[in-house]
C-alpha cells in the first residue's frame, strides 16, 4: 500500500556533493522515523542517518560533519545531502521509514518500509 521511491544518485568525483532524495508514495498517515543505510558489494547494510518526526537526528561516525538528512513534512520526504563525497561511500543507498497508513477505514503501521536503492558512485 506504500512505496518510497528514491531518487538523486549517480556518479561524483571525490570532493562532489549529491543530495539523495525519498518520497513516501500511498495513503500516508504518519511517518514516526526515517533513516538512510548503504550496502557495499560484500558487505552489510549499514546504517547512515536517521532523523525521527521530532527532527531529532542521528550519523554514523564516517559520515559526520559531511553528510545532513532533512525532511518535509509537508510532502513526505526524506533527504541525504552528502557533501565531500569519498570513494568509501560508494555504495547502493536505501532509505526506511516506520510509518503508519490508511487501509480502509483503518490505520495500519509497518515499520519497516524499503526503497528501492539508488547507487552511488565516488569516483575519479
Known amino acids: 500500500q506504500v512505496q518510497l521511491v528514491e531518487s538523486g544518485g549517480g556518479l561524483v568525483q571525490p570532493g562532489g556533493s549529491l543530495t539523495l532524495s525519498c518520497a513516501a508514495k500511498?495513503?500516508?498517515?504518519?511517518?514516526?522515523?526515517w533513516g538512510w543505510y548503504r550496502r557495499a558489494p560484500g558487505k552489510q547494510r549499514d546504517m547512515v542517518a536517521t532523523?525521527?518526526?521530532?527532527?531529532?537526528?542521528n550519523y554514523a561516525d564516517s559520515v559526520k560533519g559531511r553528510f545532513s538528512i532533512s525532511r518535509d513534512a509537508a510532502t513526505n520526504t526524506v533527504h541525504l545531502q552528502m557533501n565531500n563525497l569519498e570513494p568509501g561511500d560508494t555504495a547502493v543507498y536505501y532509505c526506511?521509514?516506520?510509518?503508519?497508513?490508511?487501509?480502509?477505514?483503518?490505520?495500519?503501521?509497518?515499520?519497516?518500509?524499503w526503497g528501492q536503492g539508488t547507487q552511488v558512485t565516488v569516483s575519479s
Open positions: 532523523i525521527t518526526a521530532a527532527a531529532i537526528t
Open positions: 500511498g495513503s500516508i498517515h504518519s511517518i514516526f522515523n
Open positions: 526506511n521509514a516506520a510509518l503508519s497508513y490508511y487501509s480502509g477505514r483503518e490505520i495500519r503501521d509497518d515499520y519497516d518500509v
